[in-house]
């Protein structure tokens, strides 16, 4: 099992900046991918970011926020981090970070993280 907890968010102005983090202990070692979803209301659950546990550490981002998140990883702490620049409005939501990992094979299975609220507001 992977065990994710959330921190960083909080209120913020727009144009302002907020750095998530996601710190996983368990079976750290069996994770292919990390990576933060978010949900706002009336909206559907939405892809943010992802990173992959590979060498190398590709990275994926949704077209709302290329140019202004960057998502990253510390092996040492086995965290990865959202950094969130030049935030909007449109930003404000419920943050997950998730694990992707692998049992048996090719079986994968995803963990979460319990949330962390964004709101972006004057």
């Known amino acids: 099992q992977v065990q994710l907890v959330e921190s960083g968010g909080g209120l913020v102005q727009p144009g302002g900046s907020l750095r998530l983090s996601c710190a996983a202990s368990?079976?750290?070692?069996?994770?292919?991918?990390m990576g933060w979803f978010r949900q706002a209301p009336g909206k559907q659950r939405e892809l943010v970011a992802t990173i992959s546990s590979a060498s190398g550490g590709s990275t994926n981002y949704a077209d709302s926020v290329k140019g202004r998140f960057t998502i990253s990883r510390d092996n040492a702490s086995n965290t990865v981090y959202l950094q969130m620049n030049s935030l909007l409005p449109e930003d404000t939501a419920v943050y997950y970070c998730h694990a992707d990992r692998v049992l048996r094979g090719a079986l994968t299975v995803r963990s979460w993280g319990q949330g962390t609220q964004v709101t972006v507001s004057s």
């Open positions: 368990g079976s750290i070692f069996s994770i292919l991918a």
